[in-house]
């Protein structure tokens, strides 16, 4: 790991591991595969009847690669992100698939299952905060009020690494000034409600990356910042990246941060994955309706017109989906098939891009 972050004096935190090289700088191997998510499915069993949050989703992520994630609210992005950290509380319960993680160890390479580890375990807490972080989209709801800032970072590292408290409160002072926040020996003893929204937000990536994790899952860690905060935020967690050699799991409603900062792209709609590709494929080449409406009602400069495109519909009801595809109902484009009780076939339709949709078949 360099000695410094780009564009700031103050020196890198200084990890008792050792620095891991960029993927672009070496060949990919099959250890690049950091985690791969197969068939997984989570419901919420309520008395009203049984939500299928995340209903068949599959992906896979690459050591140092960002993917984003995108749809709606209630298209079962957060559930995603909980189930892979295997955190999903009653009545919700992961009822299928695999969450394979690649771990790297003495012995190389092991693939893990997350989902056949007990939540509360000793090795899943270990992952949990260690080797994967979450970071949330209100981070004041996530640091303890009553808690420094300093000692929730300090308590991770003495949870996570072999550390002395006074290396542990040293390295999160680093951390706070890795992450661009001025005074840092002093913000470390400062509580979540003294902090502006933004400089709360860089404390929180500071906690997430405190113990250099494999996969960072950010759930929409900018949507209540202004745009210059944003912008900001985005640029940090792009170096810190290059830094650290971390995998990114970005979620968000924001196509345009997408285009910025993801490598490839998962379009989620009622807990499916219906389109999966590349960022440039999913912007010049979508193929799902969905995606096409998405992506139509984006404001744009060059082209003059009085109202933005709207989404026909709404969202349906958890409760009570349509037959066939869920989507049909809103689809412009569709099919007599789309409406029957049928799968929906998931189909290849170039390098790396995947659409379920009878289009397509």
């Known amino acids: 790991m360099p000695s410094e972050i780009p564009g700031t004096t103050r020196p890198a935190a200084t990890h008792p591991q050792q620095a891991r090289?960029?993927?672009?700088?070496?060949?990919?191997?099959?250890?690049?595969?950091?985690?791969?998510v197969d068939d997984l499915k989570t419901y919420f069993f309520l008395t009203e009847g049984i939500v299928r949050a995340v209903d068949g989703l599959g992906f896979r992520?690459?050591?140092?690669?960002?993917?984003?994630?995108?749809?709606?609210?209630?298209?079962g992005k957060s559930v995603t992100a909980r189930s892979i950290m295997n955190m999903v509380r009653r009545p919700g319960r992961n009822v299928g698939g695999r969450v394979l993680y690649n771990r790297h160890s003495a012995r190389g390479s092991e693939p893990v299952d997350l989902l056949a580890l007990p939540p509360m375990g000793e090795e899943m807490r270990a992952i949990r905060g260690g080797e994967f972080s979450m970071i949330f989209q209100e981070p004041r709801a996530s640091f303890s009020p009553v808690h420094t800032i300093g000692s929730q970072i300090i308590e991770a590292i003495l949870l996570h690494e072999q550390a002395s408290k006074a290396e542990a409160r040293a390295y999160a002072i680093q951390m706070l000034a890795s992450v661009k926040i001025p005074r840092p020996e002093q913000?470390?003893?400062?509580?979540?409600?003294?902090?502006?929204?933004?400089?709360?937000?860089?404390?929180?990536?500071a906690l997430a990356l405190a113990c250099r994790p494999a996969l960072l899952i950010a759930d929409e860690p900018t949507t209540a910042l202004d745009v210059t905060t944003e912008a900001q935020?985005?640029?940090?967690?792009?170096?810190?990246?290059?830094?650290?050699?971390?995998?990114?799991?970005?979620?968000?409603?924001?196509?345009a941060v997408v285009a910025e900062i993801a490598e490839a792209v998962m379009v989620m709609y009622m807990g499916k994955?219906?389109?999966?590709?590349?960022?440039?494929?999913?912007?010049?080449?979508?193929?799902?309706?969905?995606?096409?409406?998405?992506?139509?009602?984006?404001?744009?400069?060059d082209v003059?017109?009085?109202?933005?495109t709207v989404l026909p519909g709404a969202v349906?009801?958890?409760?009570?989906?349509?037959?066939?595809?869920?989507?049909?109902?809103?689809?412009?484009?569709?099919?007599p098939i789309c409406s029957e009780d049928v799968e929906v076939p998931y189909i290849t339709v170039g390098a790396g891009h995947r659409v379920r949709c009878h289009l397509y078949a």
Do not use: W
Request: a negative charge.
């Open 21 to 36: 090289s960029s993927p672009n700088e070496r060949p990919m191997t099959t250890d690049d595969m950091l985690l791969e």
């Open 273 to 301: 994955d219906v389109e999966y590709a590349p960022v440039d494929a999913i912007f010049y080449n979508p193929k799902h309706p969905y995606t096409v409406a998405l992506l139509s009602s984006i404001p744009r400069i």
């Open 316 to 335: 349906p009801d958890p409760y009570a989906l349509p037959r066939g595809c869920p989507f049909h109902p809103r689809c412009t484009a569709r099919l």
């Open 187 to 205: 913000i470390v003893d400062a509580y979540p409600h003294q902090l502006s929204g933004g400089m709360c937000q860089r404390a929180m990536i």
């Open 61 to 75: 992520i690459q050591r140092g690669q960002t993917l984003g994630v995108v749809g709606e609210s209630g298209c």
């Open 304 to 308: 003059e017109r009085d109202d933005l």
């Open 233 to 255: 935020i985005l640029d940090l967690m792009r170096e810190l990246q290059a830094n650290f050699d971390t995998a990114i799991l970005y979620i968000t409603h924001n196509l």
